[in-house]
């Protein structure tokens, strides 16, 4: 029986249209023509404008202290909610569980919005911190996620097994529970780095004047007209992110 | 030592339900105690009363003269080998064994010695390095024992170890873990629903029904001599009948008529009087089922039925009887050749004999415990034919 050709083919297309956009901008980021189009011959001047432009460098530093600020809280906090979720049964269970899912399902617009209302009404100064806050307050519903899962399949037998062996129950968290859960916890904190770095929506309502985050520039750098020099800065991030998912999973291999 | 471990009128309940009520007993230095019971029945809830994860409503635990019941679990010279092991998975089979000693801070020198000394002890000393989740259900077994045993604690508490393995396993580690108890001569608590574990490894057995303990005793005590319609029941299988004292004899005996079955002979040591309504239980290798109609001897039961259901098993046939409104279940041993003789089938008239102090008055009856009895269990199909 001769095979079919059509998964072949499938594949093809959604290679080609995943992948075709990603060619195209690393091309035209050496393109010497400033609107892309027809190629006008080989250059590095975007890159150079890329790592003169002061101000993406700025924005570039407000995005990571956000992001490693929001991961971190949302980490302690996310995992504390987990708990609470996980060990502890009451009448508001439910109540407490939506309220943590929340975030995941509200529109990034609706959060925007009634953060930057919630804001403006206690008189806070818009600003990093207020970015930092709307950050955290949809990470820690991921993360409580990711450690929940993680949670539910955990023996809480264990613990007891510990406690038994003559550790005290903080000893036993720390020597047995936090070691098991702690993949749980790592992969929640990057789901939370991810989301913050890139997040533009929420971030647009809650920023104030000179807490530009990479995103927001990017897309302010689009409307008055630079665009090789967003190519070039995209190819950049493309080889980190690829640099950075590559050696996680080395970390990983190895440690596993 | 007697009164090693005491437990006075030691309560547990959870809402309504009394897990454990009130239950008093004293485990000698030195013995496998076992505590014997369905699911449900409190023991593993005692159990967990005695490590420290459970605090009693009410009763007090000592453990050689001093009591512990409110003392957590890390603060009891008490260690527990868990039902589904509860080894650490992050954690080699070496570093489970010295997470005991090293949360009591011995010296490396001490714990690398003890370490080597207990994998001794249970025959891995090639699996030291490897994870946990690189071993086989009986291998985690012996570590989660020696996990335990390296405490050098005062009263080793097993929770139905070996229950997650396999049949041949099971009466495997039995064994191991009689040795292992003849080595370290540390008193064993353990709990298991498995009878036939429980009478192997045990000096003595509690039978716990619904939170409270219905008998303590020797294996062979609670075997020959239940007191109660749950422990005959639940321990072995057993004949109930229902009778009313009609002549006390010497010996003691007594006759007992017996609604819808012949008159009978009973062992009579608790010296009821004639009017008194009793319970008997008779266990079914007691009789003995003969086609021709054996001689007559003092004090044995003789009555005629048919066998209704035969089921060969190789060592012993278990045969069910109709005997007027009665269906008696009974074993019969093949001490001989079988081969060369001709067994006795279903539908053929029989003689069954037992002695009068085979069988056992019992002090409480329940009708329910009858639930518990595996042999009248085909009662419900037609005879084969």
Known sequence: MKRSRVPFYTTLAVLVFFYLPL????????????????????????????????????????????AVGATVVSMVVGTM??????????????????MIYAPLIVPDILMGMSLLLFFVALNVKLGLFTIFLAHVTFCVSYVAMVVLSRLQDFDFSLMEAAQDLGASHWTAFRRVMLPLIMPGIAAGGLLAFTLSLDDFVVTFFVAGPGSTTLPIHIYSMMKHGAPAVINALSVILLLVTFVLVSASRTIREKLS | ???????????????????VD??????????????????????????????????????????????????????RKVNTVFQNYALFPHLTIRDNIAFGPRMARWTKGEIDKEVARMLELIQMEDYADRKVTEISGGQKQRVAIARALINRPQVLLLDEPLAALDLKLRQRMLVELDAIHDEVGITFVYVTHDQGEAMGISDRIAA????????????VEIYEAPRSSFVAAFIGDTNFFDGIVTEVMDGP??????????????????????????????????????????????????????VEDVIYLGSHTKYWVR???????????????????????????????WFADDSCMLERYKAEDENLLVLPDTEAEPARA
């Open chain 2, 208 to 219: 716990m029904n619904r939170g409270r303990i219905e008998q303590i005793g020797r294996p």
């Open chain 1, 81 to 98: 909610a987990a708990f609470a979720l996980n060990r502890y049964r009451s009448r508001l269970q439910m109540t407490h569980y939506g």
């Open chain 2, 253 to 306: 005996y007594c006759r007992l008529r017996i609604e819808g079955f012949p008159d009978v002979l009973a062992w009579n040591d608790k010296g009821l009087l004639p009017g008194n309504a009793v319970h008997l239980s008779l266990r079914p290798e007691k009789f003995k089922i003969w086609r021709e109609l054996p001689e007559p001897l003092p004090n044995r039961n003789l009555v005629q039925g048919t």
């Open chain 2, 22 to 75: 009130s239950v008093s007993l004293s485990i000698n230095k030195g013995e496998i105690f076992s505590l014997l019971g369905p699911s449900g029945c409190g023991k593993t809830t005692l159990l967990r009363c005695c490590a420290g994860f459970e605090a009693p409503d009410a009763g007090r635990i000592i453990l050689d003269g001093r009591d512990i019941t409110g003392l957590p679990p890390h603060e």
């Open chain 2, 323 to 353: 005997v007027e409104d009665y269906r008696l279940g009974l074993h019969q041993q093949h001490s001989r050749y079988l081969l060369d003789t001709r067994p006795i089938t279903w539908g053929e008239k029989v003689w069954l004999s």
């Open chain 1, 23 to 66: 060619i195209i901008l690393s091309v035209n980021s050496f393109n010497d023509s400033r609107y892309g189009g027809p190629w006008n011959g080989f250059t590095v001047r975007w890159y150079v404008r890329l790592f003169q432009d002061r101000q993406i460098w700025h924005a570039l530093q407000n995005t990571l202290v956000i």
């Open chain 2, 1 to 19: 030592m007697a009164d090693f471990l005491v437990f006075e009128g030691v309560s547990k309940h959870y809402g309504e339900i009394r897990a």
